[in-house]
């Protein structure tokens, strides 16, 4: 499956943003997916998933409250509508995709088999 991440932008803090994360090439509904984003000069790290029917979800401690992640089977998307955002929210966003079909989503990077090419969100203070 090919992922196309889009939406980014610079925003000023406390400011929203929506991403989205189109999916081509293969079943979206049979895939879990995921939003991950590096800052400058740190390691990947995780910010939401969500199971392949959308019946579960999970969050970074730092994305708790602000941001909400959902996905269209109909339309092969995935969303991460970000709120109240921080200047340490500046970084590359980036969506996976792991083909499966149970329940938990995973916070693991390394169970994620398919990446998009990363959207840059700015967040000035």
């Known amino acids: 499956v090919q992922l196309q991440a889009s939406g980014g932008g610079l925003v000023q803090a406390g400011g929203s943003l929506r991403l989205s994360c189109a999916a081509s090439?293969?079943?979206?509904?049979?895939?879990?997916m995921g939003w991950f984003r590096q800052a400058p000069g740190k390691e990947r790290e995780f910010v939401a998933a969500i199971n392949w029917s959308a019946i579960s979800t999970d969050y970074a401690d730092s994305a708790k409250g602000r941001f909400t992640i959902s996905r269209d089977n109909g339309k092969n998307t995935m969303y991460l509508q970000m709120n109240s955002l921080k200047p340490e929210d500046t970084a590359v966003y980036y969506c996976?995709?792991?083909?499966?079909?149970?329940?938990?989503?995973?916070?693991?990077?390394?169970?994620?088999?398919?990446w998009g090419q990363g959207t840059l969100v700015t967040v000035s203070s």
């Open positions: 996976a995709a792991r083909p499966y079909l149970g329940v938990v989503a995973s916070t693991y990077d390394g169970d994620y088999n398919y």
């Open positions: 090439g293969g079943t979206f509904s049979r895939y879990a």
